[in-house]
């Protein structure tokens, strides 16, 4: 095959990889399955060519690995290549779909991450799982409480305001105290790890020159200056602002036909995890301007006039998306 391959899908799994291999006038040269120990032998004895692969569990990890061979590789979303799939499914037409969807001119593309821009992504994963975790436990004794007839304000710190009190009036059964008192140990060292990955993820912002940038822009912290340059890496696989804030679903989703355009609401696609870090950022900036303070207040407040809040903050978010992309190409905003 030296000489011939152009374009290739793989179709990733836990061990067993289907490879579908097509040369420049997409004529079939190879398909096969291999095993995980031997992919990187194989490809390290094919010609450099144009390697597709669906972004999922394993995606980062083999495209890094493909692209220090020599190949020219591609992630895509796998809900824009099953139209490319023409038969049923299984590997093999995977596959081969893949590898008809990654030689669209028009195809969209997954940004390949570093392994340093994954170990951030874990950490803000390990941290949301902290903080989901501590409001079950909330949650969970708020529910305990009220069987018996106990009921504690919202939030966090009511709880821990609140609690020691009520389990020193002695009220409660012996054994429900025990349960609390554990729930409470619990929650303390749910707490303290949150509080030091939260740590951790500020010091890398502060020592990372695109995230010091980023943390310039109004109401945008450590954790969502991290987030963008894990995420997005760079601005160059965006053309402008725009297109960055579309990818993150900030715009509004089209319904238009006949030539009227209609729209609705944003589109949510993209990263739900750094959307929702930057709604937060503009809720903060929204703040600020109702207590007359920010560089945005202006703008805030004519939006504010005709606009919902919430509009206005999703508004502020694209906003942010777009000035996060100027500052990561290196434009003045």
Same mark, same amino acid.
């Given at each position: 095959?030296?000489?011939?391959?152009s374009?290739?899908?793989?179709d990733i799994?836990?061990?067993v990889?289907s490879?579908h291999?097509?040369?420049s006038?997409?004529?079939?040269?190879?398909?096969?399955n291999?095993?995980?120990?031997?992919?990187?032998?194989?490809?390290?004895n094919?010609p450099?060519?144009?390697?597709g692969?669906?972004s999922c569990?394993?995606s980062?990890?083999?495209a890094r690995?493909l692209?220090?061979?020599?190949?020219?590789?591609?992630?895509?979303?796998?809900?824009?290549?099953v139209?490319?799939?023409?038969?049923g499914k299984n590997d093999?037409?995977?596959?081969?779909?893949?590898c008809?969807?990654?030689?669209?001119?028009?195809?969209?593309?997954?940004?390949?991450k570093?392994?340093?821009?994954?170990?951030?992504l874990?950490?803000h994963?390990?941290?949301e799982?902290?903080?989901?975790?501590r409001r079950?436990?909330?949650?969970?004794?708020?529910?305990?409480?009220?069987?018996?007839?106990?009921?504690?304000p919202k939030g966090a710190?009511?709880v821990?305001?609140?609690?020691q009190?009520?389990?020193d009036e002695?009220?409660?059964?012996?054994l429900?105290?025990e349960?609390?008192?554990?729930?409470?140990?619990a929650l303390?060292q749910?707490?303290?790890?949150?509080?030091?990955?939260?740590?951790?993820?500020?010091?890398w912002?502060?020592s990372?020159?695109q995230?010091?940038a980023?943390l310039a822009?109004?109401?945008?912290g450590?954790?969502?200056?991290?987030?963008i340059v $894990?995420? &997005?890496g760079? #601005? /160059?696989?965006?053309?402008?602002g725009?297109q960055f804030? %579309?990818?993150?679903g900030?715009?509004?989703?089209?319904?238009s036909?006949?030539g009227?355009?209609?729209?609705?609401?944003?589109?949510?696609?993209?990263?739900s995890?750094?959307?929702?870090l930057?709604?937060?950022?503009?809720?903060?900036?929204?703040?600020?301007?109702n207590r007359?303070?920010?560089?945005n207040?202006e703008?805030?407040d004519?939006l504010v006039?005709?606009?919902?809040?919430?509009?206005? $903050?999703? &508004?502020m978010? #694209? /906003?942010?998306?777009r000035?996060a992309w100027?500052?990561? %190409?290196g434009?003045v905003?």
């Amino acid at each position: 095959m030296k000489g011939l391959a152009s374009y290739c899908g793989i179709d990733i799994a836990k061990q067993v990889i289907s490879i579908h291999i097509e040369n420049s006038d997409h004529q079939v040269i190879c398909r096969k399955n291999l095993t995980r120990s031997k992919v990187l032998t194989f490809f390290s004895n094919l010609p450099a060519c144009l390697i597709g692969i669906e972004s999922c569990g394993g995606s980062q990890y083999w495209a890094r690995e493909l692209m220090k061979l020599g190949h020219d590789v591609r992630l895509m979303n796998a809900r824009f290549i099953v139209p490319y799939r023409r038969k049923g499914k299984n590997d093999a037409n995977d596959a081969e779909a893949i590898c008809e969807a990654v030689t669209r001119p028009h195809m969209r593309f997954v940004s390949i991450k570093s392994e340093q821009q994954q170990s951030i992504l874990m950490m803000h994963r390990l941290r949301e799982q902290c903080v989901s975790q501590r409001r079950a436990l909330i949650n969970q004794m708020h529910g305990f409480l009220l069987e018996f007839g106990n009921s504690l304000p919202k939030g966090a710190k009511a709880v821990h305001r609140n609690m020691q009190a009520i389990l020193d009036e002695e009220k409660l059964p012996s054994l429900a105290v025990e349960m609390l008192h554990n729930q409470m140990v619990a929650l303390a060292q749910v707490e303290e790890r949150e509080s030091v990955l939260t740590k951790r993820i500020t010091q890398w912002a502060e020592s990372n020159e695109q995230a010091k940038a980023l943390l310039a822009l109004e109401g945008v912290g450590p954790l969502t200056a991290s987030a963008i340059v $894990a995420t &997005a890496g760079s #601005a /160059k696989p965006f053309k402008n602002g725009r297109q960055f804030a %579309a990818w993150l679903g900030l715009v509004p989703k089209q319904r238009s036909s006949g030539g009227k355009a209609k729209l609705g609401g944003i589109t949510k696609t993209g990263d739900s995890y750094l959307r929702k870090l930057l709604v937060q950022s503009a809720r903060t900036v929204l703040l600020m301007a109702n207590r007359g303070r920010g560089k945005n207040k202006e703008w805030v407040d004519q939006l504010v006039e005709r606009r919902p809040t919430n509009v206005v $903050a999703i &508004a502020m978010a #694209a /906003k942010q998306a777009r000035m996060a992309w100027a500052v990561m %190409a290196g434009k003045v905003v």
